[in-house]
């Protein structure tokens, strides 16, 4: 199995900030990668795929990052609504794979 | 406007087996060359991917579930449907459904889960 290991686990940050999670995987997964967003009690929504290509709908302040083994999802300046947990998922192949989480949190 | 809705009972002994199903609406589940998944997450937990099926019935396992788990499709009643048998109490979680869709980049399918159920909590508990 493909390991997914996202930091921080946890972050806190003020409305406006600039933020950027890290998703490191296990072995080179191309640009097989994918961010979504969860909120509590909700499902998960998709925000990024492919590494890099915004999701219809998703806000232009998202943006993602990196090929290979390191990946990068960035919010350009943080909205209330964007606290959250995010997680990476490969999809290189089965199992697929999620990280462990990275909650933000207001500051 | 695709969605998918989760049924199956909240409430499930040890040693029985969990049944869940989703049905699929605002679209056929036999059109497109999507997959069809099913995920979990324990409370307060990450998500744990536990296997899928495509429209053909070829399916893919967790392997650590694999022993367990089987996953159907009924094209007739646009649903598909989870087993997981032996259940203990690290099966109690919140079980969604969801499909994969795919982006396709000159014959390269980068796929993501981008249509989810809203989730069922399944507690296993005598």
């Known amino acids: 199995d493909i390991q997914m290991t996202q930091s921080p686990s946890s972050l806190s940050a003020s409305v406006g900030d600039r933020v950027t999670i890290t998703c490191r995987a296990s072995?080179?997964?191309?640009?097989?990668l994918n961010w979504y967003q969860q909120k509590p009690g909700k499902a998960p929504n998709l925000l990024i795929y492919?590494?890099?290509s915004l999701q219809s709908g998703v806000p232009s302040r998202f943006s993602g990052s990196g090929s290979g083994t390191d990946f990068t999802l960035t919010i350009s300046s943080l909205q209330p609504e964007d606290f959250a947990t995010y997680y990476c998922?490969?999809?290189?192949?089965?199992?697929?794979?999620f990280g462990q989480g990275t909650k933000l949190e207001i500051k | 406007q695709v969605q998918l809705q989760e049924s199956g009972p909240g409430l499930v002994k040890p040693s029985q087996t969990l049944s869940l199903t989703c049905t699929v609406s605002g679209g056929s589940i036999s059109s497109g060359s999507y997959y069809w998944s099913w995920i979990r997450q324990p409370a307060g937990k990450g998500l744990e991917w536990i296997g899928r099926i495509y429209t053909s019935g070829s399916t893919n396992y967790n392997p650590s579930l694999k022993s367990r788990v089987t996953i159907s499709v009924d094209t007739s009643k646009n649903q598909f449907s989870l087993k997981l048998s032996s259940v203990t109490a690290a099966d109690t979680a919140v079980y969604y459904c969801a499909r994969s869709g795919y982006y396709d980049s000159s014959g390269y399918y980068y796929y993501y889960f981008d249509y989810w159920g809203q989730g069922t909590l399944v507690t296993v508990s005598s």
């Open positions: 072995q080179s997964i191309s640009s097989y």
């Open positions: 492919a590494a890099s």
């Open positions: 998922q490969q999809s290189y192949s089965t199992p697929r794979t």
